[in-house]
């Protein structure tokens, strides 16, 4: 664990974007976190006769059309976002991890059918998929659109996972264990799983950026809980006042930026490092 | 059916009968092993050599049936204590590996798993095969096998990362997992390919003083002739899916039958002889897909004559013990 945390630290001074993104991840995962601690407001308070107020001291990111404050409506969203995009990610594990291992690793007729259906939900364009499942569903609590997003975005990490699975499977140590007299299962578990762990840690990075970007675009298109705080909601209500009042959604567009372009910074070194040396 | 190397006698460990291994590559097959009868008693080390792609490294695994999914098992049978391995299904065959025979693998560097600690892949083999249920027992087993390998230092390796062993000392880690179990039969398959010199020379040791502790029989697969002449009581010489050649180590050496052999052992480079080119055997190895009529190794035999073109050799007996497939063995 030291070794690692003395990895970390000479790739943070090395390169100050990663610098940059970890101290943007600490700084948001902390508000996601803490937000009852760190939000000045409640995000769903009104102060009335302060409407579409511009930053100022009392309100440092403004307020929105209907007076409430920008600033605690961010902090507060990211804990939405995050939790969904957690979710989603565990939902989306839970299915890739079975169908990647199992497909790679025994191939065959079990690959030619968990890969058909994969290319099948593959071939469906994933945006217009989330708009009508959310359409369907018609349930605006959190757990649908998890559900939802994990259910429809396992495909690429479970390809992966399929490839790589097919590598490992073919190395001279998965061999040699199966001479050992060991099973199939201990196989994929002990060996296989360990030597591609790393490129799960790193997609699911990436995936993580996908859900937040998610998340927003179903709350700016209207399909979002419209009680829940979230950053989505917030460029939703900003589009009518772009003109008059930039703040209320150039504040939390410049978040979802700088947070997922952290995040994809982040999957980029720990590939980089998370490399197992040979 | 051929003959193996000699009359089955009570202390038979291993023996292949008439086996054929072919490779099904979307149609074209590959007749890696082409009716090879072989057999090892107890506590003997036979040398199965050949040339790259003869088939020696198929028939190796063909024997803890570790082939690849496109290959097929044609004919012939394995016994291995008098219970065929062929009949046995997957979960019969896991108790066998490891276990009762297990195998040695060329390279070092990638038979062991970069994730996890040396300690903890010798103490999970020892776990698979022994019934060993307290934590400490399990740690003493493995420092102790650890040792018997030539690691003095094991209680301080254990918990370190394959990539911070040598090669050699990976090998020997290799080795430990190999017969931690006490097999019965090790198949080591180019076990000092990989290796240089020096190193080949103290791993082979290795192999000898552990096989007299443990009175295991190995099956070398090696090209290596003067390795083969080192370690084994018995030489096997295969070539193009085909046994050609087998009987002791002292015949195959100075009076080899076969012109194949005699060809492969001229062609070894010798210190004292003073020569201006190596000899090589010309030509090269035949495609497996399709090959040669009668004897193989006819399209590169200086002797080769009408019958070698039209019809197959079969291992007969020159000599007790000493078998060759030639229609005109060298005298």
């Known amino acids: ?278 | 059916m051929e003959r193996g190397i000699a009359t089955p006698t009570a202390e038979t460990l291993l023996e292949v009968r008439n086996l054929k291994v072919y490779y099904d590559l979307s149609g074209r097959i590959v007749k890696a092993v082409d009716g090879v009868s072989l057999d090892i008693r107890k506590g003997e080390v036979v040398g199965l050599i050949g040339e790259s792609g003869c088939g020696k490294s198929t028939l190796g695994r063909a024997i803890l049936k570790l082939l690849p999914p496109y290959a097929k098992t044609v004919s012939g049978d394995i016994l291995f204590e008098s219970e065929s391995l062929i009949e046995k299904d997957e979960n019969e065959m896991r108790k066998v590996r490891g276990g009762r025979i297990s195998m040695i693998f060329q390279n070092p560097t990638s038979s062991l798993n970069p994730a996890l600690t040396v300690g903890e892949q010798i103490s999970e083999v020892i776990r698979l095969h022994q019934q060993l249920h307290r934590k400490s027992d399990v740690r003493a087993k493995v420092v102790d096998i650890v040792r018997k390998v030539g690691i003095w230092d094991a209680q301080d390796r254990l918990h370190n990362y394959p990539y911070e062993f040598s090669v050699g000392m990976r090998q020997r880690v290799m080795i430990a997992m190999a017969v931690s179990a006490n097999p019965k039969l090790v198949i080591a398959d180019e076990p000092t390919s990989s290796l240089d010199v020096s190193v080949q020379a103290r791993i082979l040791d290795l192999l000898h003083k552990l096989r007299e502790e443990l009175r295991f029989s190995v099956l070398l697969i090696t090209h290596n002739i003067g390795l083969a002449a080192d370690m084994c009581d018995r030489i096997a010489i295969m070539y193009a899916g085909k046994l050609v050649e087998c009987g002791g180590r002292h015949e195959i050496l100075t009076k080899p039958r076969h012109r194949y052999t005699f060809a492969l052992l001229k062609a070894v480079p010798l210190l004292h002889k003073e020569t201006d080119a190596l000899y090589i055997v010309k030509g090269n190895p035949p495609d497996l897909t399709d090959p040669p009529s009668g004897c193989r190794f006819h399209p590169r035999c200086d002797y080769a004559k009408g019958i070698c073109r039209n019809s197959e050799p079969t291992l007969t007996e020159v000599e007790r013990d000493h078998l060759v497939a030639c229609f005109d063995p060298v005298e």
């Not at chain 1, 507060?76 to 497909?103: C, D, N, R």
């Not at chain 1, 649908?144 to 399929?162: E, Y």
């Not at chain 1, 007299?181 to 990436?206: A, E, K, Q």
């Not at chain 1, 979230?230 to 930026?257: A, E, H, K, M």
């Open chain 1, 1 to 278: 664990m030291n070794a690692l945390l003395a990895i970390v630290w000479t790739e943070v001074r090395r390169s100050k974007l990663l610098a940059f993104a970890c101290t943007w991840m600490i700084i948001t995962v902390l508000m996601a976190a803490f937000p009852f601690a760190i939000a000045p407001y409640s995000p769903n308070k009104i102060f009335p006769g302060n409407a579409g107020t511009p930053p100022s001291l009392q309100f440092p990111f403004g307020t929105d059309h209907i007076g409430r404050d920008v600033l605690s409506q961010i902090i507060w969203g990211f804990s939405t976002s995050l939790l969904i995009a957690l979710g989603a990610l565990l939902v989306e594990l839970l299915i890739a991890l079975p169908v990647g291992l199992l497909s790679g690793y025994f191939g065959g007729r079990v690959d030619q059918l968990l890969m058909r259906i994969t290319d099948a939900i593959l071939a469906m364009p994933t945006i217009v998929l989330l708009i009508v499942a959310v359409t369907l569903l018609r349930v605006e609590s959190l757990v649908s659109i998890i559900l939802v997003m994990g259910l429809i975005n396992w495909t690429w990490l479970a390809k992966t996972i399929r490839a790589e699975s097919l590598r490992v499977r073919e190395e001279d140590y998965a061999v040699a264990a199966k001479s050992m007299g060991f099973g199939d299962l201990y196989v994929i578990v002990r060996h296989i799983l360990p030597n591609i762990v790393s490129t799960i840690i790193v997609i699911s990075t990436f995936d993580m950026a996908w859900f937040i970007l998610y998340e927003a675009t179903i709350s700016f298109i209207g399909l979002g809980n419209p009680t829940i705080p979230s950053w989505g909601r917030l460029l939703y209500i900003g589009r009518g006042f772009l003109g008059t009042q930039p703040w209320i959604s150039v504040f939390p567009g410049v978040f979802i930026c700088l947070t997922v372009l952290s995040f994809n910074v982040l999957g980029d070194s720990l590939s980089d490092f998370l490399t197992v040396k040979r």
